[in-house]
């Protein structure tokens, strides 16, 4: 079954199987979406005369109970049907006879595939957020437990200053303050109705779109109709690169983790059971599973240029090369929040080195404290910097492990407080909720 076909018209397989490609496969993600935007725009419907109040009725329980179909793990669309909009169509045609044909009033299949993937979107961001903000938590747990605990600090992969590990867990949970603040700018974006732009044109149908961003929970409307067919492909360039920031933090934790681990380190360790061993080598204990993050992660950040060269010097209007996005940016979503939940593993369980400052072969990261010592005491600091560099070429540098940093966002004064707050304000604007109560309504 083909919405667009026509008793004279059918197309060869070759192009059929070219055309389709794996467009069914990422239609089951969509058809929950599809079922809930069919819901929405047959109530709408209803409140112009295009349905009758029964016709609104039995279509949105038969809808319903499509909608509890398709939300099993093992939903495929069948053979011989195109894809998800012509799957609901032709089971509501079979169940409710010429009615079911009613609902593709006012609408195209363009508008329908934008509405699916805008509520698909904002569903999947909202995953990713929420698993961000519990790695985030983790972090910030981590950084108060070990505030306490030196770590050297590097410049050009070259010993520098004294670090922390509260520093060093905060930083991580800092970035993703920043990371998510590009996400929720993601959402907003996701979070306008395209629903009644049609084939990209509008309609001459007396359509009410304010209604149907109501119903679905949306912020607000994309109004101009042609721009919300532009704006596909642009959408999903905005999301990918929300994802590439989460992805950067991850994979840049990740590589930190890896030296970290590495013996001429050992600053930090992991049980056996979550880490791997080799063939040949029967002390070996691999960080695979941030070496696979750091290279799943790095593989998201270049999502956005992917996105951005398959949609270069496209015209206005809808055009099919759209239709391969769905498979770079929809895996992309699966592949992160694996991610995020095993850093949240791994982390939960990192066992850090104590006393790693104690070792002298860290001495000189202490320099800049032995300078500072002496600026405080009235020497100038270029002058405490000759002393102190002098006697380390002279073998007469003496040093203190102790430090004492204090101002905002130091090893003294890590600041987490303020930081949680940031990213609790930034949460709260997402307001899943709307979302959320939007979808109960039309279901219930």
């Known amino acids: 079954m083909k919405l667009w076909s026509k008793s004279n018209t059918n197309t060869t397989q070759e192009v059929e199987k070219f055309t389709v490609g794996k467009d069914k496969d990422f239609d089951t993600l969509l058809a929950p979406y599809d079922v809930l935007g069919s819901i929405a725009h047959v109530k709408m419907l209803a409140s112009i005369g295009l349905l009758t109040n029964q016709e ?29 909009h012509s799957y609901v169509e032709l089971v509501l045609t079979q169940k409710l006879g010429d009615m079911g044909k009613k609902i593709h009033s006012a609408r195209s299949r363009n508008d329908q595939v934008l509405v699916d993937i805008k509520l698909y979107l904002r569903a999947e961001i909202k995953t990713i957020a929420e698993s961000t903000y519990a790695l985030f938590e983790l972090l910030q747990q981590k950084s108060e437990a070990y505030k306490n605990h030196l770590l050297p600090g590097y410049t050009h992969l070259q010993l520098a200053m004294p670090s922390s590990f509260g520093l060093w867990f905060g930083a991580y949970a800092e970035s993703l303050v920043d990371d998510l603040t590009m996400l929720e700018a993601a959402y907003t974006v996701v979070n306008k109705n395209p629903l009644g732009s049609a084939a990209g044109y509008g309609s001459s149908f007396p359509i009410n779109r304010t209604m149907t961003t ?9 109004y101009n109709v042609v721009y919300a067919q532009m704006g596909r492909g642009k959408t999903e360039r905005i999301v990918a690169t929300a994802l590439a920031n989460i992805a950067d933090t991850l994979a840049r934790m990740s590589m930190d983790a890896c030296l970290y681990l590495n013996q001429n380190f050992a600053f930090i360790s992991f049980p056996p059971e979550l880490t791997t061993g080799s063939s040949i080598m ?3 204990k691999n960080p695979d599973v941030f070496e696979l993050t750091r290279s799943y992660c790095n593989r998201i950040k270049a999502l956005p240029n992917e996105i951005s060269l398959m949609t270069t010097n496209l015209p206005s209007g809808y055009q099919r ?28 369980h990192i066992q850090v080195s104590p006393n790693i400052a104690d070792d002298p072969k860290f001495q000189y990261m202490f320099s800049v404290e032995e300078v500072n010592k002496l600026v405080l005491k009235g020497v100038p600091f270029r002058d405490a910097y000759q002393q102190i560099g002098n006697a380390i070429e002279n073998g007469q540098f003496n040093y203190s492990t102790s430090v004492n940093h204090k101002h ?8 987490n407080a303020e930081i949680k707050s940031m990213m609790d304000q930034l949460m709260n604007r997402f307001q899943f909720s709307k979302a959320t109560t939007a979808f109960q309504l039309l279901l219930t």
């Open 408 to 415: 905002e966002g130091s090893m003294g004064n890590l600041c």
């Open 321 to 348: 090369d759209l239709q391969l996005l769905k498979e770079h940016l929809f895996p992309a979503f699966i592949e992160l929040n694996n991610c995020i939940e095993m850093m949240q593993l791994m982390f939960s």
């Open 282 to 284: 029967p002390h070996k």
């Open 56 to 84: 609104m009725l039995d279509l949105v329980k038969e809808l319903q109970s499509i909608y509890q179909l398709v939300i099993q793990p093992d939903f495929v669309i069948p053979e011989g049907v195109e894809d998800i």
């Open 214 to 222: 109501d119903l679905l929970g949306f912020e607000q409307l994309n």
